[in-house]
């Protein structure tokens, strides 16, 4: 079965810095990964997503992710992070088994200061 | 625009009196979900339904019940509400599978007294 594992419950960066929040996963073949990020009283929005291809899947807000199959990680990143970037984001899972199934890692809470 | 619409955003019950969470929709999407996030935990799927086709995860309490009167509504019904139940209930929906995008709603908070 799949799993994923978000190893950082919370993160605090600068406005301005560069952000890496770290995911992997453990899943025998290729998965279907996805990053979310969640507002506080808001659901979960789709950063992107990376099924195939270019291993440099690019997102909205300026995020994007890289996805390492030796190291079973698929790692978010942002080069310079907004005050409005402070959030939950969770990285998740999919793959097909006797339908399809997501699995949602615990989430990292990024927190921003000035 | 809303898509994934909750009803209502907060809801109170008392401990093993029945309540009802609503989700509507305005994607005409073919899934929908129901997942239960308990704080600082991962959502968790108890179900889903592909069109009306019923799904159910085989560690959802069988305190949990969905219904799915047609393609835009999705109803949670937890008959007998424990403590352990007070969660953050999340709505989603995706166009024909789990591989697409899941659009998600703002959640219900159901606390449990």
């Known amino acids: 079965a799949q799993s994923v594992t978000q190893p950082d419950i919370h993160i605090t960066v600068s406005e301005g810095a560069s952000l890496e929040l770290r995911c992997n996963y453990s899943?025998?073949?290729?998965?279907?990964l996805f990053w979310y990020v969640q507002s506080p009283g808001q659901g979960l929005q789709l950063l992107l997503k990376?099924?195939?291809?270019?291993?440099l899947v690019q997102g909205i807000k300026g995020f994007e992710a890289e996805f390492k199959r030796s190291q079973s990680s698929f790692n978010l990143r942002k080069p310079s992070v907004h005050w409005s970037d402070a959030a939950e984001y969770f990285c998740?899972?999919?793959?097909?088994?006797?339908?399809?199934?997501?699995?949602f890692g615990a989430g990292t809470r990024l927190f921003v200061k000035a | 625009d809303a898509m994934v619409i909750q009803n209502p955003r907060y809801q109170v019950t008392q401990f093993g009196k029945p309540v009802t969470l609503s989700c509507s929709q305005t994607?005409?999407?073919?899934?929908m979900y129901w997942y239960q996030q308990k704080s600082s935990q991962a959502p968790k799927l108890l179900f889903h339904?592909?069109?009306?086709?019923?799904?159910n995860e085989a560690d959802t309490p069988d305190n949990f019940q969905s219904r799915r009167p047609n393609t835009s509504f999705c109803f949670l019904d937890i008959r007998s509400p424990g403590l352990g139940d007070a969660a953050m209930y999340l709505c989603?929906?995706?166009?024909?599978?789990?591989?697409?995008?899941?659009?998600f709603g703002p959640g219900t908070r159901l606390t449990v007294l």
């Open positions: 989603a929906t995706s166009l024909t599978s789990g591989r697409d995008t899941q659009y």
């Open positions: 899943y025998g073949a290729t998965p279907y």
């Open positions: 990376y099924f195939s291809g270019d291993t």
């Open positions: 998740a899972v999919g793959a097909y088994s006797g339908g399809f199934k997501t699995i």
């Open positions: 994607l005409n999407h073919n899934v």
């Open positions: 339904y592909y069109d009306k086709d019923f799904n």
